[in-house]
């Protein structure tokens, strides 16, 4: 499927590569999702633009809701991934629940129709204000990161007079092997609680009034592609469960975090089944009910971000594209070095292919989409670049004074606007001019 030649070019064949992507298709030349041609919403709405399949969406929440069908469950998308109204309303209709790190993504949550008894709070920083709101709206669980952050929620939740259902993130110190950055398991992490202290502070949240312990809880990072990390996280966390009994806390569930990765361009990458398959042996054991908190593998493969030519740029030691979306737009090749694929809406280009460096316009040399593709590229054209729905749009910016892009949700094969493309008159609203 992919050919690295001697100046480790990537050339990625796109009739092959979109068969990994349920979403995606070519029709006759046209790339076409769910039915409908991304060249003619680029064409309709202009580009750069974010369009999602409300599909392939919840086809991914679906093959989790049945892969752990035989034991009791709950999937709680994390809506850090993808948070859009509409992506969080379809996923609420479809009966999932929601990971949230902020009060700001529990208001979109309400907002989008979310059903408050299925969301759990993740997030290191609670402030006293969120942990207010969420207890009025009533949610699942807090997953608790430190000890005073305990002492927090006792306090907020005995001012309202209740009792605040409450886990400890704890930190099962296993090497997730993924990207630095979103390796989150390990203990130089700011994350969770260590495996040493977690029985004394789960003994402290069993003795302060206002608290009502119901879990226990792990994310050990993101982008994992193999199930062995989340494996050796399950072991360890059953061996504190153990332990906790032996405290006398007995807990009513087990959350897992999320983290499952997804294909960007030909990682070998295990499916929500077998993931499902290797794990439910020793859960079904447990006895206790499963909590997951997935975001990229329930969206990323879900959306692609359209991008159009703007100006060719060949120069004598590399040939650079400048296309009109930018690191502001979706960073995670600048800021991760993600590989991300980049394909033709249109096939059959009648232009010699070339390698070329795909940059936007921002003045940034940091700023690249793909480096070294090999692409047969003509000014216009309208490309698409997969796996872009997580992690896309809601690490977005305005830097350079850019608006943000438009996004699109191809529901029953139609393309409806779900975020207007924003007016660069808008970027300047909450600003205001000294005398
Ligand atoms: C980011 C995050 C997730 C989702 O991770 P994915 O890799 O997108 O599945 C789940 N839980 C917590 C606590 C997170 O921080």
């Known amino acids: 499927m992919i050919t690295n030649d001697a100046a480790a070019s990537l050339a990625i064949n796109p009739t092959e590569h979109v068969k990994s992507i349920n979403a995606l298709s070519y029709d006759g030349n046209a790339l076409m999702m769910d039915g409908v041609s991304l060249a ?7 580009t750069p633009t974010y369009v999602y399949s409300q599909q392939a969406i919840l086809a991914a929440y679906q093959a989790y809701d049945d892969s752990f069908a035989e034991i009791d469950h709950q999937i709680c998308y994390a809506v850090k991934a993808n948070s859009n109204l509409a992506v969080l309303n379809e996923l609420a209709k479809a009966g999932s629940g929601f990971d949230i790190v902020t009060g700001g993504e529990l208001a979109r949550v309400l907002a989008a129709g979310g059903d408050p008894k299925k969301i759990v709070f ?4 609670k402030t006293a204000e969120d942990i207010r709101t969420a207890l009025e709206v009533g949610i699942a ?13 006792n306090a907020v939740a005995g001012k309202l007079q209740k009792q605040a259902p409450i886990s400890l993130r704890v930190n099962p110190n296993v090497d997730a092997q993924t990207h630095p950055y979103i390796s989150t398991g390990l203990k130089e992490n700011k994350f969770g ?12 949240a069993h003795d302060l009034p206002h608290l009502k312990i119901v879990g226990i809880d792990c994310h050990i990072g993101s982008q994992l592609t193999q199930v062995q990390p989340f494996m050796d996280a399950l072991d360890k966390v059953i061996e504190m469960i153990h332990a906790l009994a032996k405290q006398g806390i007995a807990l009513e569930h087990i959350d897992l975090g999320g983290g499952l990765g997804v294909q960007y361009i030909d990682e070998d990458v295990a499916s929500i089944e077998e993931f499902a398959q290797l794990l439910l042996p020793k859960l079904k054991t447990l006895g206790l009910t499963l909590y997951l908190e997935p975001g990229r593998s329930i969206v990323a493969n879900a959306g692609v971000l359209l991008t159009r030519v703007d100006i060719l ?5 590399k040939n650079f594209a400048i296309v009109d979306a930018a690191m502001n737009d979706l960073i995670r090749p600048a800021l991760y070095h993600s590989e991300m694929a980049v394909i033709p809406t249109q096939l059959n280009s009648p232009v010699e292919p070339k390698v070329w460096d795909m940059v936007g316009a921002i003045c940034e040399t940091g700023d690249f989409l793909a480096k070294n593709r090999v692409l047969a590229l003509a000014d216009n054209d309208i490309l698409a670049i997969t796996g872009a729905g997580a992690y896309g749009f809601v690490m977005s910016s305005n830097y350079n004074s850019r608006p943000r892009a438009c996004e699109i949700l191809v529901k029953e094969g139609h393309a409806h606007v779900i975020r207007e493309r924003e007016t660069v008159e ?10």
Do not use: M
């Open 40 to 46: 003619d919403i680029a064409k309709t709405f202009g």
């Open 122 to 125: 993740s997030g290191l920083g």
């Open 141 to 153: 669980c807090f997953n608790v990161e430190s000890e005073a952050e305990l002492y927090r929620i």
């Open 193 to 204: 609680i260590t495996h040493e202290d977690a029985p004394r502070i789960y003994q402290i």
């Open 313 to 317: 740029k060949p120069t004598e030691h």
């Open 426 to 435: 808008s970027l300047w609203q909450n600003e205001k001019l000294v005398d």
